[in-house]
């Protein structure tokens, strides 16, 4: 019988990094699509589109490393009931947006800060215009259509042509993180901040590998996801970080806008797109920080209230898109930028000869049960 979750948060909020130096990421963020909310001499703070007041923070250290995740409660009660479970304290927010929070540590020793009364944001108007999706109504007879500054978003730069208009990030949507213990990892934050199950990962010998988790907010529906907790294959655990995962404000086109201004400019590591996963259904495209941390440009994801079961799904199709290129075999592994290419040198089939065997293991177990 499943427990009572000690809360139900209501929302994903922020990232938090340490970082060695701020000029080479604030730089990459304002080209992936987000704004400079604050900075000061030990943080800087970015913020997309919408409501939240900053949605990525990395504050100065030694080394660069994931630091955890924020959400947001529903209640100051539920501050109240974590801090008597945990036995931590409730403390007010110094930094942007205010408000109250508790910060817990989870089984893969991740932060998990949950924060009530934080101070919104104003939303920020987008002005490039989004285009047909499908679902409205057909196109105005005699008028074109044209995004953004149409092809005036070209530029020569010196020797080369530069698509000048990013992606418009709106707002954080998911995490994806590397278990040890999945069970440990899916239980943990089911039971202490209420997430439930959307899909579970299942390998071919029926144990558990991680789930698609997103918040329960009864009737209105949420994200697909708003947590993929993995134990990816492999001997070596690659750290806790996958990546995040970011909406991006517009539509298919925005995404595809981000994708040639990034890829254009020159300067940032594609990691894996474009493509539409299987699982929550999304657009997606993934791009390395100069750092070596991955973060995804996504839209037009799954909405699903409380009221769907869980999903078991083979742990093959975790890899698996409705269409795009397999991923890589550093997905999901921070890294070093200059080790990237080393990696998929060596190993340029792993993640894909590892869907392969699962497939084949998967086929296998179903002819031995026939």
Request: glycine share 8%; proline share 5%.
């Amino acid at each position: 019988m499943m427990t009572e979750p000690v809360c139900k948060v209501a929302d994903i909020i922020y990232v938090r990094f340490e970082l060695t130096e701020f000029e080479e990421q604030k730089k990459y963020l304002h080209h992936f699509g987000m704004m400079l909310a604050h900075e000061d001499e030990n943080s800087i703070f970015f913020r997309g589109t919408g409501t939240s007041p900053y949605i990525y923070v990395a504050t100065k250290g030694d080394e660069n490393k994931y630091i955890g995740t924020a959400y947001k409660a529903n209640d100051y009660s539920d501050l109240e009931a974590l801090s008597k479970e945990f036995n931590v304290d409730i403390v007010e927010n110094t930094e942007p947006g205010g408000g109250y929070k508790v910060t817990l540590i989870d089984p893969d020793g991740i932060e998990v800060e949950v924060c009530h009364g934080m101070n919104q944001a104003e939303p920020v108007a987008v002005v490039s215009k989004v285009l047909n999706t499908g679902q409205s109504k057909a196109r105005e007879r005699n008028v074109v259509q044209r995004f953004g500054n149409a092809a005036d978003e070209w530029q020569l730069k010196g020797d080369k042509w530069v698509y000048e208009l990013s992606s418009k990030v709106k707002r954080l949507g998911h995490t994806a993180i590397n278990c040890r213990d999945p069970k440990a990892s899916v239980d943990w934050y089911a039971n202490t901040i209420g997430f439930l199950v959307s899909d579970n990962l299942v390998a071919p010998d029926g144990n558990s590998m991680g789930a698609f988790m997103r918040c329960n907010q009864g009737d209105k529906p949420v994200d697909h996801h708003t947590i993929n907790n993995i134990a990816l294959p492999g001997d070596n655990y690659p750290g806790p970080y996958g990546h995040a995962g970011y909406e991006v404000s517009d539509s298919v086109d925005d995404l595809m806008a981000g994708h040639y201004h990034l890829k254009t400019n020159g300067e940032y590591f594609h990691e894996w797109g474009i493509g539409r996963h299987l699982l929550g259904s999304q657009m997606y495209d993934y791009w390395r920080d100069p750092h070596g941390f991955t973060h995804e440009h996504w839209t037009d994801g799954d909405l699903i209230d409380a009221s769907v079961p869980a999903n078991d799904v083979s742990l093959f199709e975790f890899g698996k898109a409705q269409y795009g290129p397999p991923p890589p075999a550093t997905f999901g592994h921070s890294m070093p930028i200059e080790e990237v290419n080393k990696v998929r040198a060596e190993v340029p089939d792993l993640y894909e000869g590892v869907l392969k065997d699962l497939a084949k293991m998967q086929k296998e177990m179903e002819k031995e049960n026939d």
